[in-house]
């Protein structure tokens, strides 16, 4: 892969596009003409060259658009990244796995020498050049967790795993869709999925949480999320909700193919070697529905999904609003012929 | 967003007698006396070693409550007159508490929310804190937008005490920080409100 990266906003002036080659491997997340919650959970084994699932860390042609704007984030309110104390091992395994992949599969970007605990990173898209102590975070100038985090595609958080649950105990979280890492810190799954309308009572959470509580070493896990955003605006937080919530009441016939987006997460889960902690990756994907329909399958498909989605997750993913006139526009593109299974377009 | 009957609201199963501890700290306010006193009708002889009562007296009637507090056998009753000034007191009570120590908290939400927070932040096990809600159902709401918290909330809209947000208080409640989530309700449409009514009575 050998691309350009694009210079382009996630707020304001507003102008992130796909390329048709990230278009075309968009993680699509629905397999069939209808969507449900369950447990969707899938080894995160290596998927076909220049698909997402190609490397287990992707990084593509928005990295230094997405960095950039995290650090305006982090700039305007620190606590969208927080460490609890315990965590330091942990923040030390996350870099490790981060350095370490990235360097691996993306040699012409990013590479890696240590010698003991003398480690040596080179960041070239955003010109870093960083010798530090592995395991002295007094070598880098941010916590370890901060420091990689500012530097790879995706919301991440780190959980703890004591007394048969995982407790989210350190994050940097800047991308996600309308929840907080500030009021989460500390909570358990069961606690932090509180809000998630009708997967407790599918028993979603306890079959999810017991897999996770067994996960392996080097035997990482992925599932596929996703919701709808207005604008391709990658800080919906609750923070700045009243900020962006306004944007809902935009959608208009005429401007649905540019504004409406699908916001799909591509979740990864990984043992940590050291901390016996786990790395739960949120790494978030927009597509404006005038991209999407570029591939007839997603557009038949998205309208489908959209018309049949049960109105628990219509409201928890606050699309309410804007889904009529969405289905509206949409429905132009759906002709009622059959869709094939599997979520890749045809 | 807004979605009711939320799983992090904690349950607060009630007062039970700990017979292995050796120090029994007993946080409250309000109504909460009541459910220390009936402790120790039902449970007084399983109540061994020393008894610390840290008590708030935030209703018109807790002066009595206090009376009949200090004729239950313990070894000493804090009578404070606010939570505030009461976990104040709590900290210096559990700064020089040993190994052995039960900790209980009984009454309004707040009371427990902050007694269990505070166990957390001293490094004891919050889920080891016996709780039994009495009283109002009043909240303690942290708005997601300032951080600021709000007390005493009993109504489903409340204006934010730091910057004046409109806030849906929702079911998702944090420990850590001892208070259900505030968010902006009319954030999508200024001004306009749900009704709002008396719903944490
Ligand atoms: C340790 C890893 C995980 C973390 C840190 C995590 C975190 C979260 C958070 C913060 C939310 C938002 C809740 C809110 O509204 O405030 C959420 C939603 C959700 N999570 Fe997880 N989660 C994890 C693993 C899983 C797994 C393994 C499943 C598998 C079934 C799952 C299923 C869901 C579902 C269905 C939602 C609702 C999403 C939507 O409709 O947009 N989560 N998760």
Redesign the pocket.
């Known amino acids: 892969m050998n691309q350009e990266f694009k210079k382009e906003t996630f707020r304001d002036d507003y102008t992130f596009s796909n390329s048709p080659e990230s278009i075309r491997r968009f993680p699509f997340p629905f397999w069939e003409d209808k969507y449900m919650?369950?447990?969707?959970?899938e080894p995160h084994t290596k998927g076909p060259a220049g698909s997402v699932f190609e490397f287990p860390i992707d990084i593509n042609e928005h990295y230094v658009s997405e960095m950039a704007d995290r650090a305006i984030v982090l700039k305007e309110d620190p606590l969208r990244c927080q460490a609890l104390p315990h965590m330091m091992l942990a923040q030390w395994d996350f870099l490790e796995l981060l350095m370490t992949s990235m360097a691996r599969d993306y040699p012409q970007w990013f590479s890696l020498k240590t010698e003991g605990d003398n480690w040596h990173w080179i960041n070239r898209p955003l010109n870093i050049d960083q010798k530090f102590v592995f395991g002295d975070p007094s070598t880098l100038p941010y916590e370890p967790m901060e420091y990689i985090g500012r530097q790879c595609q995706g919301d991440f958080?780190i959980?703890d795993q004591r007394d048969g649950q995982?407790w989210?105990d350190a994050g940097i979280i800047t991308t996600?869709?309308?929840?907080?890492l500030d009021f989460?810190v500390g909570m358990n799954?069961m606690e932090?999925?509180?809000?998630?309308p009708l997967?407790h009572d599918m028993k979603?959470?306890d079959r999810?949480l017991k897999?996770?509580l067994n996960l392996q070493l080097g035997q990482p896990v992925r599932?596929l999320?996703?919701?709808m955003t207005i604008n391709p605006r990658l800080d919906t937080s609750p923070e700045n909700y009243n900020k962006w919530g306004k944007d809902r009441t935009t959608v208009t016939p005429e401007n649905v193919g540019d504004k409406v987006h699908l916001r799909v997460e591509l979740?990864a889960?990984w043992r940590l070697p050291r901390s016996n902690a786990?790395l739960?990756s949120i790494r978030g994907y927009l597509i404006k529905m005038r991209e999407l329909v570029t591939v007839p399958k997603w557009g038949r498909r998205m309208h489908r999904v959209l018309k049949s989605l049960p109105q628990e997750?219509i409201d928890?993913?606050g699309i309410t609003r804007y889904r009529d006139t969405t289905l509206e526009w949409l429905s132009q593109y759906d002709d009622g012929a059959p869709t094939s299974q599997g979520g890749g377009p045809d | 967003?807004l979605v009711e009957g939320i799983k992090s609201r904690p349950q607060y199963p009630g007062l039970i007698a700990d017979c292995y501890a050796n120090h029994h700290v007993i946080a409250a306010d309000g109504d909460g006396a009541q459910a220390i006193i009936d402790l120790f009708n039902q449970h007084g002889p399983q109540i061994k070693g020393r008894v610390t009562i840290v008590y708030a007296e935030t209703l018109p009637n807790s002066a009595d409550y206090t009376t009949r507090l200090k004729q239950l056998p313990v070894e000493i009753v804090h009578a404070l007159p606010t939570v505030v000034t009461a976990i104040r007191r709590l900290t210096g009570v559990l700064h020089v508490a040993r190994m052995g120590t039960r900790i209980y908290a009984a009454g309004t939400e707040t009371m427990i929310g902050l007694t269990v927070q505070l166990a957390q932040e001293l490094g004891m096990d919050p889920q080891a804190v016996l709780t039994e809600h009495r009283g109002t159902m009043a909240r303690r709401v942290q708005c997601v937008h300032c951080k600021g918290f709000t007390e005493n909330v009993k109504t489903n809209i409340v204006k934010c005490a730091h910057c004046g947000a409109n806030l849906l208080v929702r079911d998702?409640y944090s420990k850590r920080l001892a208070a259900f989530q505030g968010v902006c309700v009319d954030a999508e449409v200024p001004g306009e409100l749900p009704e709002i009514v008396e719903v944490f009575k």
Request: cysteine-free; aromatic content about 22%.
């Open positions: 919650y369950s447990v969707n959970i958080s959980q995982l989210m996600q869709a309308d929840w907080s989460d799954f932090w999925h509180g809000p998630v997967a979603v959470f999810a897999f996770l599932r999320n996703w919701t979740q889960l786990i739960f997750l928890y993913k | 967003m998702h």
